[in-house]
């Protein structure tokens, strides 16, 4: 059985497909080896390829055997800010239960250890957990929520992506462009120690670098250049 690192060693086996990334590969499978690292993030300024270079970790990755999901920030993205991490979240469940042999029963039991707090999801534009009746579908997410179910229902689905105990690697694409309550629900997730098997992976540019820290080797930051 996969153990939560063995992307580290698989991105290594597979050979760099990006030319003239063999060194930037290599150390993004090394920080993916260190099970003490929470976030990796790729820094540089923009369209040097810091995209390119996780989403070929991600390639690897996924055919290796991990949920993988991605998101991206606008320039100027409106809403809760926590869309990009929804829109990741979702490709990952999305996969997990396509390995299910009834996925419909996997939805239905995910839907279940939720409950309410699926709601909010829905709300910030989770397909996956979406009703098949429109006229179920959640409500508004109201500004007093946007924190703390918010975390509690991302950390549920996280758990349940775990289940399948392979590595969990969500892509937030420019989140240095988060809002403050997206930073700090970021923070939350990466110093989250039920989660054993999920890391999150990022781009950002020097001058949108994400505001505030993370615990000490919970995060690495890999100038891409």
């Known amino acids: 059985m996969m153990s ?9 086996r597979a050979g760099p497909p990006l030319r003239g990334r063999e060194r930037e590969l290599a150390l993004v499978a090394a920080v993916l080896a260190d099970g003490e690292t929470r976030v990796l993030v790729a820094q540089g300024p923009a369209g040097v390829g810091k995209t390119a270079l996780l989403r070929e970790a991600l390639d690897l990755a996924r055919a290796d055997g991990a949920l993988v999901g991605a998101g991206k920030y606008a320039e100027r993205q409106g809403g809760t800010g926590l869309e990009p991490i929804v829109a990741a ?4 469940l999305a996969a997990g239960l396509d390995r299910l042999f009834d996925p419909r029963a996997g939805k239905d039991d995910l839907t279940r250890r939720l409950g309410s707090n699926g709601d909010v999801l ?3 534009g989770s397909q996956v957990l979406r009703p098949t009746d ?7 997410l109201l500004a007093s929520e946007a924190d703390e179910r918010v975390v509690i229902a991302l950390l549920q689905c996280m758990r349940w992506l775990e289940s399948f105990e392979v590595p969990v690697l969500l892509l937030i694409d420019d989140w240095g462009r988060a809002s403050n309550q997206a930073q700090g629900v970021y923070r939350r997730i990466a110093a989250e120690p039920a989660l054993r098997r999920t890391r999150l992976l990022a781009t950002q540019r020097p001058d949108e670098a994400m505001a505030g820290a993370f615990a ?3 995060a690495r930051i890999i100038e891409v250049g």
């Open 134 to 140: 429109p006229h179920a579908a959640g409500r508004p």
């Open 216 to 218: 000490p080797g919970a």
């Open 4 to 12: 939560p690192w063995d992307i580290g060693a698989a991105t290594a």
């Open 122 to 124: 829905i709300a910030l």
């Open 89 to 92: 979240l979702d490709e990952a």
